[in-house]
């Protein structure tokens, strides 16, 4: 069935350095979610991509949509510690089909 | 005002035992959803509804039944409870549209079965 992999499971990183979260799909989507979930919270919107190579940024969070449609990445600059929890994609692949990625947890050190 | 509720916030039960998890969402959205979330956060999508039809029904087992009393309702009622339903089950809701639409969930249900 359809598969969504993330990588990295998990990232530690100090306060002010970079992250990136990559999402693989193994078919191609139609258009893919990101969410945020914070520790012992439930996961909320961020963006949606839809067409191929698309980019979008807010504030510090750069999100693309692979050529292919088969892949995404999330990157955030210089991680604060607000942006700790489980980072999530979310491949849509027909009519109200949609798997979630296996999600990232970013933990950020002060 | 809470766009998604659930209730109860936790539960805690026997084996064998019948419960139910509700769920209401006041955004006037067409369709929701019951997601399953492990102990790994992996988060899997059980059911969806939009306007009161099943339209998506993933393979979980048959002691799972969500049930829609209207538009604004997604309740999911589980028979003979296992140790292995011991999870956090979400539910959420979305517009309707040619595009799919982000997804708002409800604060979760940690179900606890011992």
């Known amino acids: 069935g359809q598969q969504v992999m993330q990588i990295p499971q998990y990232q530690h990183v100090q306060e002010g350095e970079d992250f990136t979260t990559y999402c693989n799909s193994s078919?191609?989507?139609?258009?893919i979610q990101w969410y945020k979930q914070r520790p012992g919270g439930h996961p909320v919107f961020l963006i949606q991509?839809?067409?191929?190579?698309e980019v979008k940024k807010q504030k510090r969070l750069t999100f693309q949509f692979g050529e292919a449609k088969k892949n995404s990445s999330l990157h955030i600059t210089a991680t604060q510690t607000t942006d700790v929890g489980t980072y999530f994609c979310?491949?849509?692949?027909?009519?109200?089909?949609?798997?979630f990625g296996t999600g990232t947890k970013l933990q950020v050190i002060p | 005002d809470t766009a998604v509720s659930q209730t109860p916030k936790y539960l805690v039960t026997q084996m064998g035992n019948d419960k139910s998890i509700k769920c209401e969402q006041n955004?006037?959205?067409?369709?929701m959803y019951w997601y399953k979330q492990d102990s790994k956060k992996f988060l899997k999508i059980m059911f969806s509804?939009?306007?009161?039809?099943?339209?998506i029904n993933e393979t979980v087992p048959n002691r799972f039944s969500p049930k829609s009393p209207d538009k604004a309702h997604l309740n999911l009622h589980i028979n003979s409870l296992e140790l292995g339903d011991s999870a956090v089950y979400f539910c959420?809701?979305?517009?309707?549209?040619?595009?799919?639409?982000?997804?708002?969930f409800g604060p979760g249900t940690r179900l606890t079965v011992t």
């Open positions: 959420a809701s979305s517009q309707e549209g040619g595009l799919p639409y982000e997804q708002y």
């Open positions: 078919t191609t989507l139609s258009n």
């Open positions: 991509l839809v067409k191929s190579g």
């Open positions: 979310a491949g849509h692949w027909g009519y109200q089909k949609v798997t």
């Open positions: 955004l006037g959205h067409d369709t």
């Open positions: 509804y939009n306007n009161k039809e099943l339209i």
